[in-house]
């Protein structure tokens, strides 16, 4: 009888660890699971927002296109790649003028970001400079999710440029753990109000090496032809 209430209590143990085991990722540099860990009160909407701020997508349009990307762990990275590659576009990269450490004093000076953000509308500093984006008939970024926004760097970049960006279309794509995008959207859309956002989209961590499939899809849909298409 004790050997079988042992073996009973190391199955449901075995169950209880597969049921958590992918609420909060391993905070580890490179990690495939994350960009960083979502944070309490995140948000967890299973279906991607197909219009969470009342897109303004384009029309079928090819053209030039910019691809700007932040990453901490490379998963945003992977996405702008391949997006650059479906759409013909050019990469740059938002090169903050500090570099982040480690996961753990990361998440830390994030938080002191977003309220530095918010209490003084301080931004952080940005060596990445895009000195007009006249020539490009589209501007995708792709960052990741800390905390339920929009990373902090990510945020400079937007800011630093935000009279830049007036008037252009913005195309989102957010690296995500498991939360919804939405709080990012509004973060951007605070940032540059008069950018013209296209709806955004959602990539969890775990799809980032299959992505392709999911941004021809989106690239369809806000009706921006890749060059797959064109042949």
Known sequence: ????????????????????????????????GTETPSQ?????????????NNPDNPG??????????YSWSGNSKSLAED????????????????????????????????AAIENSGIYPEIETTVESFDGYDAVFLCYPLW???????????LHKHRDKLA??????VCSTASSGIEQTVADARRICPDARLTEALRVYSSQTNQARSLLSDWLERIGITTETQEE
Do not use: H
Request: hydrophobic share 40%.
């Open 83 to 114: 997006l650059a590659e479906l759409t013909g576009g050019e990469l740059v990269e938002i090169v903050p003028a500090v570099p982040y450490p480690d996961y753990s004093a990361t998440a830390q000076r994030y938080r002191e970001e977003l």
């Open 40 to 52: 309490p009160g995140d948000s967890d909407d299973p279906e991607n927002p197909d219009d969470p």
């Open 147 to 157: 905390g339920a926004r929009m990373s902090t760097p990510t945020q400079g970049f």
């Open 60 to 69: 079928t349009a090819t053209g030039n296109y910019l691809v700007v990307w």
């Open 167 to 172: 008037g252009k279309t913005l195309a989102l």
């Open 1 to 32: 009888m004790k050997k079988f209430f042992l073996f009973f209590a190391a199955i449901v143990l075995a169950v209880g660890m597969a049921a958590c085991g992918d609420d909060e990722p391993e905070p580890a540099g490179g990690d495939s």
